[in-house]
């Protein structure tokens, strides 16, 4: 097995240093444009999916012909497939967060919870798309296995943005409003109450005045 990753990782090399300069200063200048934390998403994919093309590379070299002749099973063949796979995400996952975590900070937004959300949306991309990429692109043709990459990608990327929409929105409607309308007299009194401090606030239409009691204190509904 670790014959076969030094292998891959020979044959990928030099274009896995080219791939890491140019993200690198790409990344850098995107996380002025968007979400900082984009980052993670596209080098976690980027990495993945150098891993594919290996497949190709044994195809195009010739070596499929001589491992047949070693004592090698298709399965171990595999196997070390799916091993690279995660091991280029995974470095694609942690270069994506080190580049996150040091724009964020440089732009003063460092957000762990957004952080954790990213995080998981790059794992759940690159373990989606390389579940359907590397089986596509092992047992048909190269021609044939471009049909798993034109999809995986742009559906693994839909999911993406799906998720996010959806946890966005649920998030949206979780968030408890600061202020809420707890009692309505005619069209022009009412009193509102502050959901983070419980003062009541009598509303008019001439203006707004913290609401009192008898004795001149100020009425406060107990926060949960």
């Not at 030099?14 to 080098?43: D, E, H, K, P, R």
């Not at 090698?72 to 799916?82: Q, R």
């Not at 649920?170 to 983070?196: H, M, P, W």
């Amino acid at each position: 097995m670790k014959g076969l990753l030094l292998k891959d990782y020979y044959l990928i090399k030099s274009v896995l240093y080219i791939i890491l300069v140019v993200f690198t200063v790409v990344g850098i200048g995107m996380s002025f444009l968007t979400s900082t934390w984009v980052l993670t998403v596209i080098a976690t994919v980027m990495l993945g999916m150098i891993s594919v093309t290996t497949i190709n590379m044994d195809r195009n070299s010739g070596w499929k012909k001589v491992s047949i002749v070693l004592p090698l099973s298709k399965t171990a063949i595999l196997d070390c497939k799916y091993i690279l796979y995660l091991l280029l995400s995974g470095i694609g996952l942690l270069l994506g967060v080190i580049l996150g975590v040091v724009a964020s900070i440089f732009k003063g937004q460092l957000d762990y919870q957004t952080m954790l959300l990213f995080i998981g949306i790059s794992v759940a991309m690159a373990l989606f798309s390389g579940s359907m990429t590397i089986p596509f692109t092992f047992l048909f043709s190269e021609e044939k296995s471009t049909l798993g990459l034109i999809i995986a990608y742009p559906v693994s990327a839909a999911v993406f943005v799906g998720a996010a929409l959806l946890i966005d929105n649920k998030l949206i409607a979780c968030k408890e409003k600061r202020f809420e309308t707890i009692y309505t007299q005619g069209t022009s009194c009412s009193v509102v109450v502050d959901n983070e401090t419980g003062v009541n606030y009598l509303v008019h239409d001439t203006g707004i005045t913290p609401l009192l009691n008898k004795d001149g204190s100020v009425v406060v509904t107990e926060v949960n």
